[in-house]
């Protein structure tokens, strides 16, 4: 019998997280700092958003727009897809593939952000799926051999 994958096998636990009285500058320090690139906004304890590398660049990429002066509220996405730890895995990856999704805020009963699923997460679990068969990307990574040179034919007129 084999087991159903679940977010919790994969997802980042316990996650930095930001307030959502801060700025968009903020949340972009902290994501260089931790080298991540989803915040699940909290205000106290509830999640409200969550603010993504992409949403920080759209603004950055605004004239005369200053992200120190945005609060976060005004970039994040207000409605963040939330699944709890038991869901399969295979149920967050379809919904975050149709959706264009690049991340998942996983919480527990209370609605407390528990972790966070991204598409990294993602790959890692479907690397350890696959395991480590031989891939056509391992074959192009492999040196060539030098091969002797072909003589040319030479025609005889």
Do not use: C, W
């Not at 890692?124 to 492999?142: I, K, N, S």
């Not at 040196?143 to 030479?154: G, N, S, Y």
């Amino acid at each position: 019998m084999t087991r159903t994958i679940l977010v919790q096998d994969f997802m980042t636990k316990t996650p930095h997280t930001i307030g959502v009285s801060l700025s968009l500058a903020d949340a972009a320090n902290m994501m260089k700092a931790y080298k991540i690139r989803h915040l699940p906004v909290l205000d106290g304890n509830a999640l409200v958003g969550v603010v993504s590398d992409r949403d920080i660049a759209i603004v950055e990429a605004l004239a005369k727009v200053d992200p120190d002066d945005v609060p976060i509220e005004e970039a994040m996405s207000q409605a963040p897809y939330t699944v709890p730890p038991s869901e399969p895995l295979e149920v967050v990856a379809r919904h975050l593939a149709k959706h264009k999704l690049g991340s998942a805020v996983v919480v527990d009963a209370n609605q407390k952000v528990i972790g966070v699923f991204t598409v990294t997460d993602g790959m890692r679990a479907l690397a350890e799926v696959l395991g480590e068969r031989p891939t056509a990307v391992d074959a192009v990574m492999v040196p060539a051999r030098k091969r002797p040179a072909v003589k040319k034919a030479t025609r005889r007129a």
